[in-house]
Structures are given as structure tokens and as C-alpha cells.
């Protein structure tokens, strides 16, 4: 992949109605603030707002005076919403060729964004055939409409399919302290081994959200290394991603300006091994094997 993502992502699904409904003011400031603390990476997906967050957001960009070679745009497309804005009759995937190149161009008009730094496939369909994304990849790629394509919540076998007639840059998938089996069953040695960047969402899991044995048990640990880290828990939560040899990109979902400084923050964390461990033990509430 040609393209340099910044290394904490930022994630813009709570931007528009399905969050914060930030009025474009809102979004300029915090796109800027987001560049200023060097995150110049920004994700977006298509039926974000019901499709129209990223029609907000481009709005916004346009108006930012932000140029449009220092940052990087992510898009996904391939999920057909049930909302208000389209006739579907029940939420479904869609990867033909003609769809997927309809949902980039649209998303890439609505965005403001001229071209796409990163196309993904949303979610895996029983129904994609290989082909037919390619047909779609390919014709992108050449037109300079995207600049590299990938995929998101593929396991695998899905991502061995899709890159059997298209390459494949990129796989953004749930990752975190408390969902962490794409450890286990393959999905990050797979990337690692293809040269496949893995991104991630929800990178903070349920930490602060359930209370729970496993939450009562991270949180101690956390406790116990804030103060050596000089660090926050949703700051050593994210190291404890960063350490992964895969290169994972955390996409951080938060609009909160100090959440996100602190986020920018998270490269210079040195997480020890044995620190990494004594947070994976009390997310697994057992030893490893």
C-alpha cells in the first residue's frame, strides 16, 4: 500500500444524527484539531447518518481550508441500510460491480474529497463473487478514484476469496482488549503474512461501558499501571493494541478534543511485554496456556 495512514485513525460514524450531530462549525474545529495532534486519517462509511454524515462531514471539508493531500479518507460501501433514505426492503449486502462503483463515486462527490485514499467492502456477502469486485476495483484504481482498496470484518477464508482477483490493502475489523480473537483464529497472522494493514473499531471494547467480573479485573490492572505509564486507561488500552507486531490502526470513535489529544498521544507509550500480558490475563480472567 502506497498510502500512509496516521497511526490512530479517526473514526466519524458519531459525527452526524447517529451521534453528536455536530453543526459544520463543530466538525471544522475538530477536523483541525484532529490534524494538529497529527491525525490526518479520517473513516467514514456510507450509510453513517442514515447516508448522510459523510455529506455533512464533506460540507464541512469543503469549507475547512484543510487541503485535500494531507489527509486520508476511508470509505465503505456494499451495506444496504434500512432508514429514510433509500427504498430497501430489508438490510442486505450489495457488491456488484455497478453498486460499488455507484456507492465510491457517491460517496466521493458527498465527502468533497475528489478521490478515496482507502475503498473498504463493509461487510462480507454470501452473495459477492470475486469477480465482479474486481471488475469494480480495478476500473476505480485506474480512474485515480481510489487510491487502494480493502475490506472490513473479513475473516481469512473471505479475504483469500476477495484477493484471488483484487489486492488487497487493508482489513478493518473489532479489535480490542475484550474482543481480541482475531488473535486466535487467524485474522491477524493471516494480514501479517499478505502484507494486509489491519484497522480497527471499537478499540476501547466494553471496558467502560458493562460492568462486569472481566471489566472489575482490567480496570484494577489498569489502576495499578496509570501511574507508571503517566498514562490514561483509554490511552493504555490503545498501546495495549499498538504493541501487536501486525501494525493494527486503531480507529477511535470519540469526539471528545481531550480524548483525541489524548489518543495522539498513544505512539509514545512503551507498554512493557509483561505489563501486555498482565492486561491480556485480566481481560481472559485466566493464565494463558
Not at 495512514?5 to 463543530?26: D, P, V
Not at 482507502?118 to 469477480?131: E, G, I, K, N
Not at 472490513?152 to 473489532?174: D, G, K, R, W, Y
Request: proline content about 4%; charged content about 20%.
Amino acid at each position: 500500500m502506497n498510502v500512509k495512514f496516521s497511526r490512530i485513525i479517526q473514526g466519524c460514524m458519531t459525527w452526524g444524527k447517529w451521534g453528536k450531530n455536530l453543526a459544520k462549525n463543530e466538525m471544522i474545529s475538530l477536523m483541525h484539531h484532529c490534524m494538529e495532534h497529527g491525525i490526518s486519517s479520517f473513516d467514514h462509511a456510507d450509510i453513517y447518518g442514515d447516508y448522510t454524515t459523510e455529506i455533512e462531514f464533506g460540507e464541512a471539508f469543503k469549507d475547512s481550508g484543510i487541503l485535500r493531500d494531507s489527509v486520508e479518507i476511508i470509505s465503505k460501501c456494499g451495506i444496504q441500510y434500512v432508514g429514510d433514505t433509500r427504498s430497501n426492503e430489508i438490510k442486505h449486502y450489495q457488491y456488484d460491480a455497478n453498486y460499488i462503483i455507484w456507492s465510491a463515486e457517491k460517496s466521493i462527490s458527498d465527502l468533497n474529497a475528489d478521490y478515496l485514499d482507502l475503498l473498504l467492502l463493509h461487510r462480507p456477502s454470501p452473495l459477492m463473487h470475486p469477480d465482479e469486485i474486481s471488475k469494480a476495483a480495478d476500473l476505480l484504481l485506474s480512474q485515480g478514484k481510489i487510491k487502494s482498496f480493502g475490506v472490513s470484518n473479513f475473516t481469512p477464508s473471505q479475504m483469500n476469496l476477495v484477493s484471488s482477483t483484487s489486492e488487497i490493502s487493508a482489513n478493518q475489523i473489532e479489535f480490542s482488549l475484550t474482543q481480541h480473537k482475531a488473535m486466535h483464529d487467524g485474522t491477524l497472522d493471516h494480514m501479517k503474512l499478505n502484507g494486509i494493514m489491519p484497522m480497527c473499531w471499537s478499540p476501547l471494547g466494553s471496558v467502560f461501558r458493562e460492568e462486569s467480573a472481566q471489566s472489575e479485573r482490567i480496570h484494577e490492572v489498569l489502576n495499578s499501571l496509570c501511574e507508571r505509564y503517566s498514562a490514561t486507561k483509554d490511552q493504555l488500552l490503545l498501546a495495549w493494541i499498538l504493541k501487536h507486531p501486525s501494525g493494527i490502526h486503531p480507529v477511535i470513535g470519540t469526539t471528545s478534543p481531550e480524548r483525541i489529544a489524548n489518543a495522539a498521544r498513544v505512539p509514545d507509550i512503551d507498554l512493557s511485554e509483561i505489563d501486555w500480558f498482565k492486561m491480556l490475563v485480566a481481560a481472559q480472567g485466566h493464565k494463558v496456556p
